[in-house]
């Protein structure tokens, strides 16, 4: 089993920074590609950005330039550093991570999900 705990969410005030943490916890034998997300009240989820075991990453266009993801392997974590908020960033922020077991099955389709942080941006 696996757990996935989010830490860092907050209210801001418009241009201001929040840094969001994520750890994963359990019967982990590797994580390939880490990632946030987030959901606006009414709207989809989205992809924000995500990195891959190697350090590749991927931004949505509306945060490129104002967030940076970043990980650390040896302790199972994800971050999404939040410079220059807007309150159109104003969501719900979920981590989450493809994780496989010690017989390369995964431990959840779809990848695993964090519980969600709430971030919001006033302007």
Avoid at 3 to 23: D, F, K
Avoid at 37 to 57: F, H, M, W
Avoid at 76 to 83: D, E, I, Y
Wanted: glycine content about 14%.
């Amino acid at each position: 089993q696996v757990h996935m705990v989010e830490s860092g969410g907050g209210s801001v005030q418009a241009g201001g920074s929040l840094r969001l943490s994520c750890a994963a916890s359990g019967t982990i034998f590797s994580i390939n590609a880490m990632g946030w997300y987030r959901q606006a009240p009414g709207k989809q989820r989205e992809l924000v950005a995500r990195i891959t075991s190697g350090g590749n990453t991927l931004y949505a266009a509306s945060v490129k330039g104002r967030f940076t993801i970043t990980r650390v392997n040896a302790n199972n974590t994800v971050f999404l550093q939040m410079n220059n908020l807007k309150s159109g960033d104003t969501a719900v922020y979920y981590c989450n991570a493809d994780i496989y077991n010690a017989g390369y099955q995964k431990a959840c389709e779809g990848g695993c999900w964090g519980q969600g942080t709430q971030v919001t941006v006033s302007s």
